[in-house]
């Protein structure tokens, strides 16, 4: 079996696997589809090692094999991949603070226990039992593999500043920031405007509900001085993942405005620190999200409040993800999320 790994800068390899078995408390799982992530991208670029696990961390599939543990998991089902729930057990936990879960944080991030040699960009994968969830039946294996990153997006929103009514920007037309953006709809924002300097993203973050989509520079800052009479935006949502663009987030928003940092920059950025304290932005940074919230925002997108199908712009084999990458990491690509069929 080969699985397709960035081994460094710009540099993809299909490596050979033993063909994957359970372990006791594992799982595996045949691999439907299985998304391209902005964080493959920056690893794509940037040549960062991350654990081999995170290469390929929103897949969708079907279990094919159970360990002799598991008992809420049955051959034959539909799953998609999550982040382990709280054990109950570690520092946080006991503390009440389950959300802060460290075993849960280390599956997310590829270091648990029974974290596996590669990702989803494989036409099988053995996980932690605890690590699938069952698929909602109303969603196809396409919409499937997009909950993950439709969950990041649900669990910045929710753990951000928005109040009802708010002018809402959303930075990046990509889509964790088309997910942002709808879910900051559903939360009650009044007025939401997309900077993007895409047009065919700006006008499909339009079609997703968007009211307004805005190139960033000029024409972003007079929009959202016009909206909100000068005073700018009630809370922005940085998106784009660059660190650029932290600073800019700050300055679009209004004295007492909020902040919410969703995209990861692989360099630093630099800000004025001046700005923020003249300002006085109220900032919440997001990371991943929590088991409950990816059983909500499945829900959501399966009751059609929150819509992930449009994004999906083409599908690959594993021979071409390596070509997707370079496009997606080009800087000029029309894709928004590329999904790996690793049966082709």
């Not at 990153?149 to 889509?175: C, E, K, Y």
């Not at 024409?219 to 660059?242: M, S, W």
């Not at 940074?285 to 059609?304: K, N």
Request: charged share 20%.
């Amino acid at each position: 079996m080969y699985a397709a790994l960035i081994t460094g800068t710009e540099t993809v390899e299909l490596r050979e696997f033993p063909d994957p078995v359970p372990a006791d408390r594992g799982v595996v799982v045949d691999i439907a589809f299985c998304g391209i992530c902005g964080t493959d991208i920056h690893a794509y670029q940037s040549g960062r090692e991350y654990n081999p696990a995170i290469c390929g961390h929103e897949w969708s599939g079907t279990v094919s094999a159970i360990g002799s543990d598991v008992k809420r998991i049955d051959e034959g089902d539909r799953v998609v991949v999550s982040i382990a729930a709280a054990c109950g057990a570690c520092s946080a936990c006991r503390q009440g603070q389950s959300g802060y879960c460290q075993q849960a944080f280390l599956s997310a991030v590829g270091r648990d226990a029974l974290a596996p040699p590669h990702g989803g960009f494989a036409s099988r994968i053995a996980v932690a039992a605890d690590r699938v969830t069952r698929t909602d039946s109303g969603l196809t294996d396409e919409q499937a593999a997009q909950v993950e990153p439709a969950t990041v997006a649900f669990h910045a929103v929710r753990n951000s500043a928005l109040r009802l009514g708010d002018v809402a920007v959303i930075q990046g037309g990509g889509p964790i920031g088309l997910g942002t953006m709808q879910w900051v709809r559903a939360g009650g924002a009044g007025n939401v405007i997309v900077v993007e300097p895409n047009p065919q993203r700006r006008e499909l973050a339009t079609r997703l509900g968007a009211h307004h989509a805005v190139e960033p520079g000029s024409a972003a800052d007079e929009l959202i001085k016009e909206l909100t009479h000068g005073l700018g935006a009630d809370i922005v949502y940085e998106c784009v993942g660059r660190g650029f663009a932290v600073q800019s987030a700050v300055d679009l928003a209004r004295r007492g405005g909020a902040m919410c940092l969703v995209g990861l920059p692989h360099e630093e950025a630099p800000i004025t620190v001046g700005t923020w304290l003249v300002k006085e932005i109220r900032t919440t940074s997001s990371l991943a999200y929590v088991r409950e919230e990816f059983e909500m925002a499945m829900g959501m997108i399966a009751d059609g409040r929150v819509q992930v199908e449009p994004m999906h712009s083409s599908t690959v084999g594993l021979d071409g993800f390596e070509a997707a990458l370079a496009d997606l990491a080009s800087g000029t690509s029309d894709q928004i999320k590329v999904l790996v069929d690793p049966n082709l």
